[in-house]
């Protein structure tokens, strides 16, 4: 089993920024991919963004350019670096871990962007 605890959420103005962390715990050995999802109200969770244990990278067109992904095998902790945020980024944040063909998940930190 992995756990994994999100922080960093909040209210912020358009155009400003939000650091992200999720740190997991327990069978944290052999994870592979770690990454964020998001999901407004009334739509579907969709991905955010993603990297594997070796650094590759994957985003959304919607986050490229603004959106970092980051993590520290050491402390079994990925982070989300969120610039530039707009309304339409709204949403609650769910971190992901893969680990043995079974993928896990947060609880979830809201993120608010006011106009």
């Known amino acids: 089993q992995v756990q994994l605890v999100e922080s960093g959420g909040g209210l912020v103005q358009a155009g400003g920024s939000l650091r992200l962390s999720c740190a997991a715990s327990?069978?944290?050995?052999?994870?592979?991919?770690m990454g964020w999802y998001r999901q407004a109200p009334g739509k579907q969770r969709e991905l955010v963004a993603t990297?594997?244990?070796?650094?590759?990278?994957n985003y959304a067109d919607s986050v490229k350019g603004r959106f970092t992904i980051s993590r520290d095998n050491a402390k079994n902790t990925v982070y989300l670096q969120m610039n530039s945020l707009k309304p339409e980024d709204t949403a609650v944040y769910y971190c992901?871990?893969?680990?043995?063909?079974?993928?896990?998940w947060g609880q979830g930190t809201q993120v608010t962007v006011s106009s």
């Open positions: 327990g069978s944290v050995f052999r994870i592979n991919a």
């Open positions: 990297i594997t244990n070796g650094g590759s990278t």
């Open positions: 992901s871990a893969d680990r043995q063909r079974l993928r896990y």
